[in-house]
């Protein structure tokens, strides 16, 4: 089942109109909800963002923030109690092709789940990674549709057999990767860039901020360069899908001693306990 303009319906009556302003402009935004045995981790979180996106953007929806995670809940519960996603998109809807905004136009909603295992081999053995320039706008706090530039450092790291793109500014700035967030580790403590326009601020990071707080963990925000990050003890990626996988080689040289660090593996044992205690609260009691 997917969710089609707050109802539930097949996948065969589902029609995009050529109209739709997310084909034409990318005009929308889009939010991915991990799902850990048909219960949704970091939900609230991931409404926030949805909606802080879409009010940057200016889309106004017909359902209220209470209707609309009831409707999600609804196309959970046809998904099982399995790993996977679920994928929720929001454009402005369907007018005739014009930059600005049409006068009326009503949004147009798609959801669905899938089925998603949790990326254990990257998790447990670490990735490669490559570094690319990012030329991506200077908006990337909104999760928008306007996804080529991510795309195109995503290809880069596939052709180069690496599984993610660091990116970083012209004037020498690490941000994030091409799908992810990215934390480095420098005598005992993380750093990663501040929230801001030059990167999504990402659910998964978050949480991770909030295990190095509870486990004591120095935590910073701010800049740094592509020299820090290349002296870096540790890095990791975070994200949705990716959960907080360890970083083990930029641009075929090691990072620190070329596998997961300590500081990596307390984070992922931390997470992990955390999406323990979302199923053990959402068993019935016994």
């Known amino acids: 089942m997917l969710l089609w303009n707050g109802k539930l319906v097949n996948e065969e009556d589902v ?23 048909g219960h949704l981790f970091e939900k609230e979180a991931h409404l926030d963002r949805l909606y802080n996106s879409l009010a940057e953007i200016k889309i106004q929806i017909p359902w209220s923030r209470e209707e609309l995670s009831a409707q999600l809940n609804q196309l959970l519960d046809t998904f ?9 998109q929001l454009t402005r809807g369907e007018a005739k092709r014009a930059h600005a905004f049409p006068v009326s136009t009503t949004a147009v909603m798609l959801g669905y789940c899938e089925p998603l295992a949790r990326p254990v081999d990257a998790i447990e053995n670490g990735i490669a990674t490559i570094t690319c320039e990012d030329i991506r706008w200077l908006r990337c706090n909104i999760k928008s549709l306007n996804l080529l530039p991510n795309t195109l450092a995503k290809q880069e790291a596939a052709e180069a057999g690496a599984t993610e793109a660091i990116l970083i500014r012209a004037d020498n700035t690490v ?6 967030n990215l934390l480095i580790v420098k005598d005992g403590t993380i750093y990663t860039h ?6 999504l601020s990402g659910i998964t990071k978050k949480v991770i901020e909030r295990i190095a707080s509870e486990l004591q963990i120095p935590y910073v925000e701010r800049r740094f360069t ?20 360890p970083v083990i080689t930029i641009d075929g040289q090691p990072v620190g001693t070329g596998t997961p660090g300590p500081v990596t593996r307390r984070l992922q044992e931390a997470y992990l306990q955390q999406v323990h205690a979302l199923l053990a609260d959402a068993s019935p009691a016994s």
């Open 226 to 245: 592509r020299e820090e990050l290349m002296a870096a003890d540790e890095a990791m990626i975070t994200s949705t899908t990716m959960e907080a996988a």
């Open 175 to 180: 941000t994030e990767g091409s799908s992810s």
């Open 15 to 37: 029609h995009v109109s050529y109209h739709d302003r997310g084909y034409y402009f990318g005009d929308g935004i889009y939010e991915v909800f991990r799902i850990y045995q």
């Open 80 to 88: 099982g109690e399995q790993d996977g996603m679920l994928y929720l």
């Open 194 to 199: 501040p929230d801001g326009p030059l990167i």
